[in-house]
Structure formats: structure tokens, C-alpha cells
Nanobody, 123 residues
Framework: QVQLVESGGGLVQAGGSLRLSCAAS????????MGWFRQAPGKEREFAAA????????YYAESVKGRFTISKDNAKNTLYLQMNSLKPEDTAIYYC????????????????WGQGTQVTVSS
């Protein structure tokens, strides 16, 4: 079992930055693929970024590529998402997730989820 707790969300103006954190407990995240997903009101949960446990390869949705950076600190058992050049369309609840399934961009590949943190970008 892995427990995940996100933090770092908030209200920011367009063009600003935020860094989300996801603190894990229970088990080490070093053996899980880790991902960030987001869900805007009235929309389905969508993939934002992920990092593989083996090799540390990173993956991004086209909509965030070049603006968001996913990273992790295995010693701190914490996942991060640095978000720069934020846009109003980035407004959503952001969730971190841990899992080992194939299809790193698919929610079904993740077994553990945090409760989410709200990010609101004003224009």
C-alpha cells in the first residue's frame, strides 16, 4: 500500500508558476511508475506527466510539454511537478498516482491515488 498526499496547489495568474509535491508513505516510490493527472470541471481525468521507475524516463501530454517538468526524490519519497507558463486551461484538480501497469499515460495503469490539489490559473 502506498499513501499519497499532494500539496502546492493554489491560485496563480496566467504566466506564473507553481510546484506541486506528492509525499508518499507506506512504500518507496522508487519501484513504481509515478504520474500526474488532472481533472477539470465537467471533464474526464487526463494524463499530464509521468516518470518511469526504471531508468527515470519522463513522459508528457502535448498540452504541457515544454512547460511542466516531472521529477522525484527517492530519498524523500516525494514526487514533484514544476509548472511554468501556466495558462487558464491548466485549471484543474491535480492528482498524483503510483502504479506498475503498462500504458503509462492511462489512469487504469495506476493503483494508488492521492486526494488531489486544486490549481486555478486566472487570466
Amino acid at each position: 500500500q502506498v499513501q499519497l498526499v499532494e500539496s502546492g496547489g493554489g491560485l496563480v495568474q496566467a504566466g506564473g508558476s507553481l510546484r506541486l509535491s506528492c509525499a508518499a508513505s507506506g512504500r518507496s516510490i522508487s519501484t513504481y511508475n509515478m504520474g500526474w493527472f488532472r481533472q477539470a470541471p465537467g471533464k474526464e481525468r487526463e494524463f499530464a506527466a509521468a516518470i518511469k521507475w526504471r531508468g527515470g524516463s519522463t513522459y508528457y501530454a502535448e498540452s504541457v510539454k515544454g512547460r511542466f517538468t516531472i521529477s522525484k526524490d527517492n530519498a524523500k519519497n516525494t514526487l514533484y511537478l514544476q509548472m511554468n507558463s501556466l495558462k487558464p486551461e491548466d485549471t484543474a484538480i491535480y492528482y498524483c498516482a503510483a502504479g506498475g501497469g503498462l500504458g503509462i499515460g492511462a489512469p487504469r495503469s495506476y493503483d494508488y491515488w492521492g486526494q488531489g490539489t486544486q490549481v486555478t490559473v486566472s487570466s
